[in-house]
């Protein structure tokens, strides 16, 4: 390989090993290790996920590959999604909670398999009465209320694909994808409840159906009886449906297995977002499968994820996952630091939470806030998650001693969007615990890490490189919505022989960069454009973020790349300190030393910047774009999908403000 194409350099401390705790071993739902001989018969292994649900009709094929990257999964089948997620569990479960929800302002609802079924029934011939035809994209705009999940399952009732437009986002953002949809029906609310306030929601309505291309009906959930802001005479309230469908049940209808069951918009690489497409069958099988053998879930457990439905991971591991599995799924409305910083714990001590889902994000911002706030509180996990980016080793230690008090298993995830669940990480009874590290493949999942040209690196080496994805699985997308040249393009034209008919020739570029080291665990790198290259060094920014993570001050930073005429790019790493730390040089020094000693003294970086908070998109990543810009004198661009815009505006400020 010549010095052009010098690889991401991944100078990474290993780490020790933690074993599951024993008691979880014998409980787990998944404890042999024979389970990945299974899942090596392919497709064929697959059917295990499958086989978790109820089906109308059987599948005559487990996979479809003659046309890639154009994949049909469980063939001949026929289900429905919104029956395997309530109807079938009504016999055993049906006075059991399904979903527990908790509003920020502290009430609470306990909401039954047979309560949701009826609320789902209704909302389902509502939306039939207001002229939802099956397989029409009804575009949900809505924050984390029952009402949501209630909507998404009556759309899967009735044969129409939800597009659901996560709340936080502008009204730019939802007429841009209700237009992409070509949606008929928005469903939306009056407002919701956020750190105290209420959000003035349908606002947001008002303004984008301005800038529809077409008249969508728009039908409008209330948060309280009666709403609590101005909402248009052109728009038909949802209570007064349901009223007039009180009490109907509506047949579930029976959707091919290759149906689609929702679209999830994400941001692409041309900046418009693209609909990435989910099928009915292989994405259900998929999310039960994970949630069963990943998650650890029983029916008996109460599970919490923390994400929002807004998002891929809510839709998997707050609702079709744990729903189709007939357990207690956690919501809840709010902020996780209102009224004060221990509402987490709080909420896991009073519903007796056994399985917590959360964010790196959302670890570190705990790191940050101190452990005075868990203090006092009795919880007891035995399964805790990581989703969403990569974790540093410090805070996955954190996490594992202050969170799980050391007795609890950690399994940390890889996937995204596009991939519908977990594609890497352990499986908890069965790999050892490594912090930093996503784990080893997931059953059935063939990742591998290939060089610039396309040339795969050999396994278990450490050298990094691209992650891909060399073989199908059921909860891959379909296709781009409405542009199957885009979806070729996106994610397989650079790795694949796209003149091919055989699937051995089509693999799924992730996008991400990672590193499997000799044990066979990967460790993702993070994406490929959040890269630099420092005299000649190829750095990701979470080698680089590790390494400062290692300082016990820091509760989050971020690296964005700098130019520089003498080393092409130089690192500036922006920080935020945890709570009661006073920045200093001293702190500041630490932070340089441990870049130097965890990476090398040509990563040391150019600024160490002490800030009181990071711009963040709504659902808690870092946008490193913005500091980089910042960085580098240039115009900070849009910022409208960032929970505070304010917050980049004042690093600049304070950047530049002589």
């Not at 697959?46 to 109820?54: N, R, T």
């Not at 910083?341 to 009073?350: D, L, V």
């Given at each position: 390989m010549s010095d052009q194409d010098i690889e991401l350099e991944a100078r990474l401390t290993e780490q020790e090993y933690f074993e599951p705790p024993e008691e979880f071993v014998e409980q787990a739902n998944v404890s042999d290790p024979a389970v990945y001989d299974r899942f090596d018969e392919f497709p064929e292994?697959?059917?295990?996920?499958?086989?978790?649900?109820?089906?109308?009709?059987e599948w005559d094929t487990v996979l479809d590959d003659s046309n890639p990257p154009f994949y049909e999964w469980f063939v001949g089948g026929e289900l429905n999604a919104s029956a395997n997620c309530i109807d079938r569990h009504l016999d055993d479960r049906g006075d059991e909670t399904a979903i527990l929800w908790e509003g920020e302002e502290g009430e609470t609802r306990h909401i039954s398999y047979r309560e949701l079924h009826e609320e789902v029934n209704e909302m389902a011939a509502a939306l039939r009465a207001s002229g939802v035809e099956e397989d029409e994209v009804v575009t949900i705009h809505m924050p984390m209320v029952p009402a949501l999940p209630v909507t998404m399952l009556a759309c899967a009732r009735i044969g129409a694909p939800h597009s659901v437009v996560f709340a936080g986002f502008s009204a730019t953002a939802l007429s841009d994808r209700v237009n992409s949809a070509d949606s008929d029906h928005v469903v939306t609310i009056?407002?919701?409840y956020r750190r105290g306030d209420f959000l003035n929601h349908i606002e947001k309505a008002d303004e984008a159906m301005g800038n529809v291309d077409h008249d969508p009906e728009v039908l409008v959930w209330t948060r309280h009886d009666e709403p609590e802001v101005d909402v248009s005479d052109d728009y038909t309230l949802v209570a007064d449906l349901l009223a007039e469908h009180e009490g109907e049940e509506v047949e579930p209808v029976s959707r091919d297995a290759e149906d689609p069951l929702f679209?999830?918009?994400?941001?692409?690489?041309?900046?418009?977002?693209?609909?990435?497409q989910h099928r009915t069958g292989g994405y259900l099988a998929y999310a039960a499968g994970t949630c069963n053998y990943v998650e650890d879930i029983k029916p008996e457990d109460t599970y919490w994820c923390s994400a929002d439905i807004g998002w891929i991971t809510g839709h998997t591991y707050i609702v079709y996952g744990p729903l189709a599995l007939g357990t207690?799924?956690?919501?809840?409305?709010?902020?996780?630091?209102?009224?004060?910083?221990?509402?987490?714990?709080?909420?896991?001590?009073?519903?007796?939470?056994?399985?917590?889902?959360?964010?790196?994000?959302?670890v570190r911002q705990f790191m940050k806030w101190g452990t005075e706030h868990i203090?006092?509180?009795?919880?007891?996990?035995?399964?805790?998650?990581?989703?969403?980016?990569?974790?540093?080793?410090?805070a996955w230690l954190w996490y594992y001693q202050h969170i799980?008090?050391?007795?609890?298993?950690?399994?940390?995830?890889?996937?995204?969007?596009?991939?519908?669940?977990h594609l890497i990480t352990n499986l908890p009874a069965i790999?050892?615990?490594?912090?930093?590290?996503?784990?080893?493949?997931?059953?059935?999942i063939e990742p591998a890490i290939y060089d610039d040209d396309g040339e795969p690196v050999d396994a278990e080496t450490g050298q990094a490189g691209n992650l891909v994805i060399e073989r199908p699985w059921p909860g891959m997308l379909q296709t781009v919505y409405g542009d199957d040249e885009r979806f070729i393009a996106e994610y397989w034209e650079r790795f694949s022989d796209t003149d091919s008919n055989d699937s051995e020739d089509w693999v799924y570029e992730a996008g991400d960069g990672a590193v499997q080291a000799t044990d066979g665990y990967y460790r993702i790198l993070g994406r490929l454009d959040d890269v630099m290259n420092v005299a000649g060094h190829r750095l990701?920014?979470?080698?680089?973020?590790?390494?400062?993570?290692?300082?016990?001050?820091?509760?989050?930073?971020a690296v964005a790349s700098r130019e520089d005429a003498e080393k092409g790019e130089v690192p500036d790493v922006y920080v935020t300190l945890r709570e009661g730390v006073e920045e200093s040089e001293e702190v500041r020094q630490e932070i340089v030393e441990s870049i130097e000693e965890g990476i090398g003294k040509f990563a040391r970086p150019n600024e160490v910047i002490f800030v009181d908070d990071l711009p963040k998109t709504r659902s808690g990543k870092i946008m490193r774009r913005l500091l980089e810009n910042i960085s580098n004198g240039e115009d900070l661009g849009n910022t409208t999908t960032l929970r505070d815009p304010s917050v980049a505006e004042r690093i600049r400020d304070q950047i530049h403000a002589d």
């Open positions: 292994g697959f059917e295990e996920y499958a086989e978790m649900l109820d089906w109308n009709e009056d407002g919701y679209l999830m918009y994400t941001s692409g690489t041309t900046g418009q977002p693209k609909g990435c207690t799924t956690v919501m809840y409305e709010g902020a996780p630091d209102y009224p004060d910083k221990s509402r987490t714990w709080e909420i896991a001590e009073a519903y007796d939470v056994d399985i917590f889902h959360t964010s790196p994000t959302a203090e006092g509180h009795d919880f007891d996990f035995r399964h805790m998650t990581t989703v969403g980016e990569p974790i540093q080793p410090e799980g008090g050391e007795d609890a298993v950690i399994v940390d995830t890889w996937w995204q969007t596009e991939t519908g669940g790999q050892d615990m490594k912090p930093g590290s996503a784990g080893v493949a997931a059953p059935g990701g920014t979470m080698e680089i973020e590790s390494a400062v993570s290692e300082v016990d001050a820091v509760a989050e930073s």
